[in-house]
């Protein structure tokens, strides 16, 4: 029965036309309005809203909450969307799930109403699957966008994060970084608390004009508040000490010296939300969370992470620099073809201690042909560069290639993430 639903699902056309926010919040309607049953956290951003999610919803599970967990993409199985307290939902919620969902679905298209997206038909799951459950948080990441995005149906959540805004998929969102926050900022919803990442003074003020607008309280993380960033044996230590309450001293189960910007963003919203009343649990509940594919150990000296643009993977070769200092470094790449990858290419050949690189092809119809990528590399680094379109293959030469002693990332790509953990099966 799994098997035919997932089935379904993958069948589903990914950008098909539908009636867009509207429809969907007649759905949600039409199914008893699930996703007012909980409390309901909206994350946007281009880089790091899952991990902003991963992070909320652990430290809301330490404090005692029954939480839900929505994000994208999954790495290995569709069940990762959906999560009930940290689990993946089971096969037989996720299946009642989708016959709720089905059920309506079949109704309204013989009234001419068109199918839902998959995503979109996910993210109704997962409102029914919530409910159903009983959660009583719900940590909701957005899919592309914002304002538009379907994630966005809902009427009035209780906190909405904006993570780091960048260039991606500029052919929806729009082609300048301000243009992509307008879109980001489009969850802001009135008088809803605000937590946003403020790096640049051109996205600061398109985001603060919407909260504005909104009559909109707001919190921004300044980079600056962020200080002391370390990596010692795969841990990253940092203070954040900000204006809204006491300094906290943390250390993250990770070497991705990013998160320590996607940890103060979800610590912030959450002191937001709670005041102190909840200071310790926070603070554990932040520390203990493991977001896979996020600068994730897979085998020994072999880690994943999902960097698939230049900002992000700008970021990854800071978190390379730092955590493998006098490491000899080999990459194993692959990226969508609607990537940047030349600048992405550009920054990875920066990594210090860099001796080889071996490109791939992720195993779908968005993938970049490696042969591309690899003259890409070869413009701005000369060391040995290999390519194949097995990724099992680029996989075993990377191993081979670092030894005992060597680091191997693999890297462009949340989808080649999921292969190579399910080529490794973890550690």
């Not at 000296?301 to 970021?315: F, P």
């Not at 092809?361 to 413009?379: A, P």
Request: aromatic fraction near 10%; glycine fraction near 10%.
């Amino acid at each position: 029965m799994m098997e035919e639903v997932v089935k379904y699902l993958y069948e589903i056309p990914r950008f098909a036309r539908t009636g867009g926010l509207c429809q969907t919040q007649e759905r949600l309607r039409l199914l008893g309005n699930p996703e007012k049953s909980f409390h309901y956290i909206h994350v946007a951003g281009t880089n790091g809203k899952g991990s902003v999610c991963a992070y909320m919803e652990a430290a809301l599970r330490r404090m005692g909450f029954k939480t839900g967990l929505f994000t994208s993409p999954h790495l290995i199985r569709i069940n990762e969307r959906i999560r009930i307290g940290n689990e993946e939902i089971s096969d037989e919620a996720f299946i009642r799930a989708f016959h709720r969902v089905k059920e309506l679905i079949d109704r309204q298209m013989t009234e001419g109403i068109p199918h839902p997206t998959f995503f979109e038909f996910i993210y109704l799951m997962a409102m029914c699957a919530f409910e159903e459950a009983g959660i009583e948080y719900g940590v909701i990441e957005t899919g592309l966008g914002g304002r538009l995005d379907l994630t966005n149906a809902v009427e009035k959540p209780d906190l909405t994060v904006i993570t780091s805004i960048s260039l991606d998929h500029t052919a929806i969102l729009g082609d300048t970084v301000e243009k992509i926050a307008a879109e980001k900022a489009g969850i802001i919803k009135p008088h809803v608390p605000l937590v946003y990442l403020a790096r640049t003074n051109s996205v600061s003020r398109v985001i603060e004009d919407q909260a504005r607008s909104q009559e909109s309280p707001v919190f921004p993380v300044r980079t600056e508040w962020i200080q002391g960033v370390c990596v010692r044996e795969g841990r990253l230590s940092f203070a954040y000490q900000c204006p809204y309450f006491e300094k906290y001293d943390i250390i993250l189960n990770t070497g991705g010296i990013y998160q320590a910007e996607n940890a103060s963003l979800a610590l912030t919203g959450l002191e937001v939300m709670f005041g102190d009343r909840f200071r310790d649990s926070i603070l554990a509940g932040i520390e203990s969370m493991q977001w896979a594919g996020r600068m994730e150990a897979v085998a020994q000296n072999v880690y994943v992470d999902g960097a698939h643009n230049d900002d992000g993977i700008q970021k990854l070769v800071a978190s390379v620099n730092m955590a493998f200092s006098g490491k000899d470094i080999y990459l194993v790449f692959a990226v969508a073809e609607d990537k940047d990858y030349q600048e992405m290419a550009r920054h990875l050949s920066q990594i210090k201690g860099l001796k080889g690189v071996i490109v791939t092809e992720i195993n779908n119809g968005r993938r970049r042909d490696f042969h591309e990528v690899m003259e890409d590399f070869k413009k701005n680094w000369h060391g040995i560069i290999q390519g194949t379109y097995n990724v099992s293959e680029a996989i075993v030469t990377g191993q081979e290639w670092k030894g005992q002693d060597g680091i191997l990332i693999c890297t462009g790509s949340l989808y080649l993430v999921g292969h190579v953990k399910e080529i490794l099966g973890g550690i």
